[in-house]
C-alpha cells in the first residue's frame, strides 16, 4: 500500500509482522499490541526500530511506558467513521511528546488526511483508491477554518469569531447602534 508523507509518496521501510511471523534481523518492524506486550524484552534485545500498532479500541496510555523503546506508533482506522485515532494521535504528540512517527492506517479518506494531520499524523498508509487518485489529481480537499483546536497553531472558528468581535468593538461598532 502506498505510503504518503507531506503530500508525496514515499517507500516504506517498515515491515507489519503479525503475531506468528518471525523477526528478521535489521528490518525495522511494527508488531500488534499483543505481541509488543508478549514480546517487548526480546524485540528491545534485537536492536532494531520497532513499532506497535494500536487498534481502535487500544489507547496509547497502554504504551505509555514503553514510548521511549518505539520509533513508530500506527494507529487504525477500521471505518471512515470511527475516530477515536483522531484523539490517539493527539494524546501521543500533545500530551506525551511522541517525536517517532504517528501513522494512519486502515479506512484512510481523502477528505480526512487534512484533519488528520493537524492531530498529528505524520504518514498515511492509502488503501482506497479513489483516495489515491484525488492525491494523483492535486484535487484540494482544504479546509481554512477548524472548530476543534490542536496544537498546531491553528485558529478555530470560536477564536477567529472573539477576535472578529474585539476588532469591531475597537472600531466602535456595538450592537445598540
Known amino acids: ?5 507531506d503530500g508525496r509518496q514515499i517507500a516504506d521501510k517498515w515491515t507489519k509482522l503479525d503475531n506468528e511471523a ?3 534481523t535489521g528490518a525495522s518492524i511494527i508488531v500488534s499490541l499483543d505481541r509488543w506486550n508478549s514480546e517487548k524484552e526480546t524485540l528491545t534485545g534485537l536492536g532494531l526500530e520497532l513499532g506497535v500498532l494500536l487498534e481502535s479500541n487500544e489507547s496509547p496510555e497502554l504504551i505509555e511506558d514503553d514510548l521511549n523503546k518505539l520509533s513508530l506508533i500506527a494507529l487504525n482506522f477500521p471505518a471512515f467513521g470511527d475516530g477515536r485515532a483522531y484523539s490517539y494521535a493527539r494524546i501521543l504528540k500533545e500530551r506525551y511528546e511522541f517525536e ?3 501513522r494512519a492506517v486502515g479506512d484512510v479518506l481523502y ?3 487534512q484533519l488528520m494531520q493537524r492531530c498529528g499524523f505524520d504518514t498515511l498508509e492509502i488503501e482506497s483508491d479513489a483516495t489515491l487518485r484525488s492525491l494523483n489529481r492535486n484535487k484540494s480537499a482544504d479546509v481554512n477554518v477548524f472548530y476543534q483546536p ?3 497553531g491553528e485558529a478555530t472558528a470560536s477564536s477567529l469569531r472573539k477576535r472578529l468581535i474585539e476588532s469591531h468593538k475597537e472600531l466602535g461598532y456595538n450592537k445598540a447602534s
Not at 1 to 5: A, C, Q
Request: charged share 30%; proline share 6%; hydrophobic share 35%.
Open 1 to 5: 500500500m502506498p505510503l504518503i508523507k
Open 22 to 24: 518471525e523477526v528478521s
Open 100 to 102: 517517532g512517527e504517528v
Open 111 to 113: 477528505d480526512q488526511i
Open 150 to 152: 490542536t496544537g498546531d
